[in-house]
Nanobody, 124 residues
Framework: VQLQASGGGSVQAGGCLRLSCVASGRAFSRYSMGWFRRPPGKEREFVAAIRWNNGNTYYADSVKGRFTISRNNANNTVYLQMSGLKSEDTAAYYC??????????????????WGQGTQVTVSS
């Protein structure tokens, strides 16, 4: 499985961006998908996830109410709609795929495949 993330850029605080991640293969509908980010000088952290079978979504407290994860199985894409962006959202954002049906989608080690990062920079 190959993952290609895009949509990053520079935006002012309060602005919006939508990240996309396209997955290769024909089994995308059976993958749970997650977004993680690595702020400058910090460890990579969980942002959001969406479960493959029931569409349940999960968010880090820091983004709850501002970010929305969604997916389109017809075009093998998962999205992260980000609004109300803050300077602390500045990070490299990574998408990831979990193919084994794991229950815990918050742990990085759950995920089997990772895309390259896409940079989001929020200026205040």
């Amino acid at each position: 499985v190959q993952l290609q993330a895009s949509g990053g850029g520079s935006v002012q605080a309060g602005g919006c961006l939508r990240l996309s991640c396209v997955a290769s293969g024909r089994a995308f509908s059976r993958y749970s998908m997650g977004w993680f980010r690595r702020p400058p000088g910090k460890e990579r952290e969980f942002v959001a996830a969406i479960r493959w079978n029931n569409g349940n979504t999960y968010y880090a407290d820091s983004v709850k109410g501002r970010f929305t994860i969604s997916r389109n199985n017809a075009n093998n894409t998962v999205y992260l709609q980000m609004s109300g962006l803050k300077s602390e959202d500045t990070a490299a954002y990574y998408c990831a795929a979990e193919v084994g049906g794991s229950k815990n989608l918050i742990w990085q080690r759950t995920y089997d495949y990772w895309g390259q990062g896409t940079q989001v920079t929020v200026s205040s």
